[in-house]
DNA sequence: CGAGGCGTTGAATGGCCTCAACGATGGTGG
DNA sequence: CCACCATCGTTGAGGCCATTCAACGCCTCG
């Protein structure tokens, strides 16, 4: 695998699955504390650099990912050589679901921040799944998240002028965020997720740095007026 | 249940599932006959008519729908009262698998056409899914195949200019038929599912009419001319 | 026959895209 | 160490394309 060993930017070695601190909201969540001698052994644990991919669309791999820290984008192209993001992937979010029903990637995947993985063959979910149907009902899970993610996309992100689109995308980005803070993503990140241009992006966020909607409380780390944005995202 | 007398135009009785035409790709194909015996007696089969919704938003049925023919649209609100199409369900699809998972559907479900379902209690996928792995495996299959679609929905019909969009929704369309034929949807259905105005959809829609791109063979039949859409949606 | 829904078309506005330039930043190599 | 270059965010100008608001014909249905 020549490929894995580029683009490994850390290599932490096996898992140590059963005291892992994301156990308890991962997808073997519901496993006993024996079913994990079975697992960790070919479980690797990585980190990987911004803009590394991780995968491409039509790779044929047979392993899943569970994202331990950092942001991947799912990026899809168009024939006419466009792309765009249709998914985002954040800490305890598992990615590469399709492989379990299919033969291929659907998506390039790939770092926006320094991200870290978790990476096991898709064969040990479906012989664990054998022995324990609370893995399907986390799985069925975790396909009905990115499900109502990709609809939310449709409905809340691509819909509306793009001053509505940047307002919510902010708000969503704050969400998950302890306080109203977030990183922001680059304007090119931002415009392949709203289906807008680079500069309408720019242009867009910095009329809301103006207008102090925005604040830079760290380098790339803002706060947000978030009723003002969602005034916006709603008028 | 009230609503259900009224939604239902024709009911046509329990369903013979073992004797249904669509047993090899619904999602009980996998399923011996004698698993049979118990399910049949809990679907109702019956059709609705254009328009009518077969279940709202945040509804908290316990049914999931095969969709035995016609179409329906699942559709999404905006809080600032915008909504938008974000699947089509087709024959042999299988809508509200969210209730597995969760408490509520997700989506308002409309018929487009007349349309016929099969409708059953989500308790008998749980109960058949504990004796059937292969159940599991059809399920997660479905999630995917919608999750595909939703990425495509953004990929190609939420991206570039109004022309290409209705010129890959028009190619999508066609794809399932056998010919090259398509019956069109309402303009304001097609707006909804791009994220355009109905005004916009009439215009192109009329504009690709002139052109001899689309051709009206029988009512609302229309014969596409494949290879120069295919130019347009690429350009 | 009237009402309402739907598709179409026109005119005008405005918002987004395109193409272009520029400053700031950070990494690279001399 | 510094000059150089590439990348990124920003901003401007101009033009195109989609929206908005409006009107009209056609059709179905009551």
Redesign the interface.
């Known amino acids: 695998m020549a490929k894995n060993i580029t683009l490994r930017e850390a290599w932490s070695g096996e898992a140590d699955c059963l005291h892992c601190p994301l156990r308890t909201s991962v997808l073997f969540a519901g496993l006993e504390e024996e079913d994990f001698e079975s697992i960790h052994d070919p479980i690797d644990q990585f980190a990987i650099a911004p803009g590394t991919t991780l995968y491409h669309t039509g790779d044929s791999g047979d392993y899943l990912f569970t994202v331990r820290s950092g942001t991947l984008k799912l990026v ?5 050589g ?1 792309q ?1 993001i ?2 985002l992937a954040r800490v305890t979010d598992v990615i590469g ?2 492989i ?3 033969n291929h990637y ?2 390039d995947a790939i770092a926006i921040h320094r991200t870290e993985v978790c990476r096991y063959p898709a064969q040990v979910v479906r012989i664990l ?2 022995k324990n ?1 609370k893995l ?2 986390e ?3 975790r ?2 998240r ?3 993610e ?7 992100l ?3 002028s793009a001053r ?1 689109r940047v307002a919510r995308l902010l708000l969503r980005l704050a969400r998950d965020q302890t306080n109203g803070e977030c990183e922001l993503l680059s304007r090119e990140d931002m415009g392949a997720i709203l ?1 807008i241009t680079t500069e309408t992006a720019s242009r867009t966020v910095a009329e809301y740095k103006r207008r102090r909607l925005l604040v830079e409380a760290d380098p790339n780390l803002f706060l947000l007026d978030i009723p003002s944005l969602r005034r916006i ?3």
């Open positions: 899809q192209y168009l024939p006419d466009g765009r249709v998914r679901l399709e379990l029903v299919g659907e998506h799944g054998r149907p399907y009902r799985l069925m899970t396909w009905q990115a499900l109502s990709a609809d939310a996309w449709l409905t809340e691509s819909t509306g509505r289906g995202s709603e008028s």
